[in-house]
């Protein structure tokens, strides 16, 4: 019966898609064990943990590539007490990771989801590196963001992608979704090496390390590879994996809404070839679809403004799909308000993610009163949350302005832009830039007395001159002074500006994608405003609501417990399989 159209209208009549029982029913395109929605971190590392316990599966995705955001990504991921890091020598422990991640997240997330991220963090990287050519390399240095906390790290405990040959993909390389920051043509770099590119014209580690990347290039070229990283990598690796264990991923087949029977999850409705069609789950349906950053409704909704969909990095197609269809069959969500925010500079075409540039010495922010308002080199979405917490009609905070000088702008990269180099007309005339030969020149561009900018420059000097940011405590943490430049003393995250031309950068509230989403409990199953759970129903990553809370632990923190999650929501269902649903 089911394998006709009238066959599932007579199901759809019985158990009914939500709010559309009376509707021409979609044919149906095929039943699963598992239906997962999104091709992401969560919704691959989901995918294969269910194929790899013996159940059938089926990916399915909105855009026309695989890897959402996590392909675009620098594919930093924290897991505390992984096997990369415990074979590195890191000295983590259980206890150590539980109290700092108490300390990080505090009351906003219930322990015991706390504790199934720490427990199911290391066996779920095995697991992937055990059925997929995935590898990884610890991130050496990368400080917890909060290391002085108790638990917290100072030389961290984040992973990347070790490097990955395309080749490995065949055809499906086409389609894997491009990432945010092109690697340079002939060079092989890791995440971890941007912090000493930036460094090339001022440091002797930082020229080695150009060195070793073109090295890694050439070697790629040499045989025939077509090499992968950071997030390229991961999205490859988990892909490669799914084309081993057989799980079809079906691209530009967006969800619709999630179709219910009898009380539980059975199923989604996608669009598939351009029109509707019903894919049936016997057990289970885990939403893995990314968060709402853009859609501008969503966000008028629900987050500060202003706000702006051009202003994040996510992929293009979250629109908060997986999200509203768990909302319509009663799903509670939580943190929709928040973002894993970060400062960006609204560059034409896409923002730039101001993560080094707003850390290396010689430059400080200012509010629109001209004043420094937060400690330059902190966590990124401390400053935002800053910005946001201190923005008023009075004293505005948004845009906030990066000031530097002619001597920063000779001696680091910024963005792909390489020392002494201009930055582009467009960016000028896009008013993402200004440049001017005084300070109240400066001033006078971007709207903030002039006096106020003197008199905030001079103090931030002094300051430097100092090597005391006793204003704002910035180099304070160790994890101020990763992306910093060694060779300046007595503190590496502060020097003067004193070269003419000073330049200002327009800085507003980006970020990488939003954090709330549908409310899950410790085993990735979905909510319901009373706490109950919905049958049938899981969901990871961006689409649920962050474990992280309102905080950051460290880089990595969003594709580490998305991936967790997605490898807890397939335990679940393969661990507590029941007698189908329906006749299937």
Request: aromatic share 8%.
């Amino acid at each position: 019966m089911l394998g006709t159209a009238a066959g599932a209208g007579a199901v759809f009549a019985a158990g009914g898609l939500t709010g559309t029982a009376d509707a021409a029913a979609p044919p149906l395109l095929g039943t699963y064990d598992v239906v997962v929605i999104g091709s992401g971190a969560a919704g691959m590392t989901a995918a294969l943990t269910a194929a790899k316990r013996g159940l059938s599966c089926v990916v399915v995705e909105k855009a026309p590539t695989f890897g959402g955001s996590s392909a675009r990504s620098g594919a930093g991921i924290w897991l505390p007490n992984n096997s990369v890091i415990k074979a590195a020598g890191v000295p983590d422990t259980p206890a150590k990771a539980a109290q700092y991640l108490a300390a990080v997240v505090g009351d906003d997330v219930p322990a015991d989801r706390q504790k199934a991220f720490l427990d199911h963090g290391p066996a779920m990287l095995s697991f992937v590196m055990a059925n997929s050519p995935l590898r990884f390399r610890w991130m050496e240095g990368y400080s917890d963001y909060y290391p002085e906390l108790p638990g917290g790290l100072s030389n961290g405990r984040s992973i990347e992608p070790d490097q990955l040959d395309g080749n490995l993909l065949g055809d499906e390389l086409a389609r894997l979704n491009p990432s945010y920051l092109s690697t340079p043509a002939g060079m092989v770099v890791f995440g971890a090496d941007y912090k000493w590119l930036a460094l090339t014209a001022v440091s002797a580690k930082g020229l080695a390390v150009a060195t070793e990347c073109l090295a890694r290039g050439t070697k790629a070229a040499l045989l025939g590879q077509k090499p992968l990283t950071m997030g390229q990598a991961l999205a490859g690796g988990l892909r490669a994996g799914l084309l081993a264990a057989g799980v079809p991923v079906w691209l530009n087949t967006p969800l619709t809404e999630l179709y219910m029977e009898g009380g539980a999850v059975a199923g989604a409705v996608v669009t598939r070839d351009g029109a509707p069609g019903l894919v049936r789950a016997r057990r289970g349906v885990i939403v893995g679809s990314g968060g709402f950053e853009h859609n501008a409704a969503m966000r008028a909704r629900y987050q500060e403004q202003p706000v702006g969909t051009e202003w994040t990095l996510g992929a293009k197609e979250n629109t908060g799909d997986g999200i509203r269809a768990g909302q319509q069959v009663g799903a509670a969500t939580d943190l929709l308000d928040d973002a894993w925010w970060g400062p960006v500079i609204p560059t034409p075409g896409q923002p730039w993610f101001c993560l080094v540039e707003r850390t290396l010495p010689g430059g400080l922010l200012v509010n629109a009163a001209g004043a420094r308002f937060v400690n330059e080199a902190g966590p990124y979405s401390d400053v935002v949350h800053t910005m946001y917490e201190r923005d008023t009609p009075s004293a505005a905070h948004i845009p906030a302005w990066l000031i530097v000088d002619q001597n920063y702008r000779n001696r680091y990269l910024f963005k792909d832009i390489a020392p002494t180099f201009p930055f582009p007309d467009e960016w000028y005339d896009a008013g993402a830039v200004h440049k001017t030969w005084t300070l109240d020149a400066l001033a006078t561009a971007i709207g903030v007395p002039a006096a106020a900018l003197r008199a905030t420059v001079d103090r931030f000097n002094s300051l430097a001159r100092r090597g005391e940011d006793t204003d704002f405590g910035r180099g304070d943490s160790a994890y101020d002074h990763y992306f910093t430049d060694p060779s300046v003393r007595p503190n590496s995250c502060l020097a003067p500006l004193w070269l003419p031309p000073y330049y200002a950068l327009r800085v507003v509230p980006g970020d990488l994608g939003t954090k709330g989403g549908l409310l899950t409990d410790a085993r990735a199953r979905v909510l319901r405003p009373d706490g109950s759970v919905i049958p049938g129903l899981y969901a990871a990553g961006n689409a649920s609501a962050a474990v992280m809370g309102r905080s950051y632990a460290g880089a990595g923190s969003t594709i580490g417990p998305a991936m967790t999650f997605g490898y807890v929501a397939a335990l679940d269902i393969a661990d507590n399989l029941q007698a189908p649903r329906g006749p299937f």
